[in-house]
Structure formats: C-alpha cells, structure tokens
C-alpha cells in the first residue's frame, strides 16, 4: 500500500511538472530550449552485445537515475546519478583542505545556480570551488569533478542585510564535462502553484547536529500557501517587506522534513514528464527559523522570478 502511494505521488509530479511549464515565450526561451538540448545527455553509447567484435554499431542507452519514490530533515539518502545537477560548493578552511558549507545546480557547461548569501561564509570567506558528480561528500573517485570558481555573480538587487533576491551564478574556471553522473538541470517557467517537490542537500538531518551529512539526502516538501507563508514570517526582522511574490514557502505542518543549515543554494525541483528524465529547479533554498520543526517552513527563492537574470548571463549568445 505505502509503495503505491509512493507511485501515485511519483506520477503527480511528473504531471504537474509537465502541466506547469510554459511554452517557450521571449523570457525563458533560451533557458527552454537548453532544457531540450541538454535532455540529450540522459543517454550515452554503448556498444551493443549482441553484435561480433568486428561490428561496432552503438546502442543509445539511458541512464536516468531518477527513482519512483521520491521520499536533509525527515529524508533519506540519494542514489547515484539521481540527481546529476547537485553541486557542492567549497570554501578553504585553511591552505589545503576545503570545507562544502553550500548547495548549488549545475544548469549549463560553465554556470552553478545558487544564493546569494553563500557568496561569503563566516570564518571561510567567498567560495573557492564547485564539486559535481557526487553523493557522498568526501567522494574524489573517478566521477568527481572539482572545478575551480572564476566569478561569483549576486542578483543586483541582493542585499546581506536582508532576505530578499537571495540569488546568484557561479561562473566556473573551465567547461564541465557532461556524463551520467554530471549533467544539468532545466530553469524553465512556470504558469501557476505546485503541490510537491524535491529538496536534496548535504545539510543537517538533525537541528541539534552541528555537522551537516556526508551523504547527499532528498525529501518531498510540501507547498505552503501563501497566507500561512506571509503569517509565519510576518515578524522577520531581516524581511521589513514581508514574504514577496519571488519568494515562498515549502515544508510540513508537522515538522520532521525540511531543508537545513548547509542546504542553502540547494535546489528545489520537480520531476519533468517533458523531456525525459529532467528536473526543473522551481526554488533554490534561501532561509529558515527552525529547520524540521512543526509549523516552522523554509523559504525559497522563486526561480521563475528571475529567469531574466539567468538568460542575461548564461546564455549570452
């Protein structure tokens, strides 16, 4: 029974995350048809082994790691290539070892989505590199890339003091190399409100915990509506506006799964039913009060609300 709920709530995703996105308008158009092209990488050739060795016809095989029951506060640990899009993002805690204190997505060859506040971290400094390919953090395998940071790009409108357009690009020092295990993710539109979707991020899986976990974790977040979202916040010091239309709120009445510390920059995501195998990045984790307790949501950064930014710097040409 639990894994057929599990299943149907599988299949609502995919249908409302197909049911969401917008035709490809002015803005969002280019972010719209990278989502296709890069749709391509979810298969790689192989060789087929039914054929002789003197014939080298390949097979397009996929290798999409996307799971059915998509259940770190309340989750459960990722599966490899699941999520091919996570980035991890390092700081130097001294002259050789690098500390991962952020979350990212990888959304084209050169650029990481992520917020704005994980521009500086106390007692770290601005960030220095980006580890893709993993789900285990200390991972240096043969499927790790480690790339170094060229520029690390804040919303104009960002201001440390406050909440609001908490979000940013990291461009990097050289291309990514695409694979099964590294591979973006699609920032297109969205013409209306959701009911579920998909937090990951090496953060706390406890409030007490100190550390953050080695293992990449996900949990299905819930949408919180928006008169509940603005009455929760509606005393937040550092938000003198209160909740604005690009942010909202994600979590569960009863508390046990959210986002957490070291999940900020993480992604938000749907699962896409078009093209196949990929994930939209609907929030980027942006802050909370409690993580994991009840009544006590995070808040997102609406990426719908800057698509304009992104394309402005992403896909230039």
């Known amino acids: 029974m639990i894994l057929c709920l599990w299943n149907l709530t599988f299949q609502l995703l995919l249908t409302v995350g197909n049911l969401l996105l917008k035709n490809c308008d002015a803005v969002g158009e280019i972010a719209c048809e990278k989502c296709q092209e890069y749709s391509k990488y979810v298969y790689v050739d192989e060789a087929s082994p039914v054929l002789s060795a003197s014939y080298s016809e390949l097979d397009s095989i996929s290798k999409c790691g996307i799971v059915e029951t998509p259940l770190i506060v309340g989750g459960q640990r990722v599966n490899e290539i699941e999520f091919p899009h996570m980035a991890a993002i390092g700081y130097k805690s001294n002259e050789e070892n690098i500390s991962f204190k952020c979350g990212g997505s990888l959304i084209s060859e050169l650029y990481i989505l992520t917020a704005a506040h ?44 406050e909440k609001y357009f908490d979000i940013a690009l990291i461009k990097l020092k050289s291309f990514v190399k695409f694979d099964e295990y590294v591979r973006p993710a699609c920032v297109c539109q969205l013409t209306s409100e959701w009911n579920k979707a998909i937090a990951v991020g090496f953060g706390k899986t406890q409030y007490e915990n100190d550390k953050g976990s080695p293992h990449l974790m996900k949990v299905l977040l819930s949408y919180v509506d928006r008169a509940t979202c603005v009455a929760t916040y509606q005393s937040y010091k550092l938000l003198k506006n209160g909740i604005i239309d690009s942010q909202f709120c994600a979590g569960e009445r009863k508390g046990n799964k959210d986002s957490c510390q070291g999940d900020s920059g993480g992604p938000l995501q749907i699962v896409m039913s078009e093209p196949y195998c990929m994930y939209n990045i609907i929030g980027i984790t942006s802050f909370g009060k409690f993580c994991g307790f009840a009544n006590s949501y995070g808040v997102y950064t609406n990426v719908t609300s800057f698509i304009d930014f992104i394309e402005s710097i992403v896909w230039t040409e």
Do not use: R, T, W
């Not at 170094?148 to 960002?158: A, K, N």
């Open 118 to 161: 994980c521009e500086l971290v106390h007692e770290y400094g601005p960030p220095v590199a980006v580890k893709l390919g993993i789900i285990y953090i200390h991972d240096s395998g043969p499927n790790a890339q480690l790339i170094d940071i060229e520029s690390f790009i804040s919303h104009p409108q960002y201001q440390s003091a």
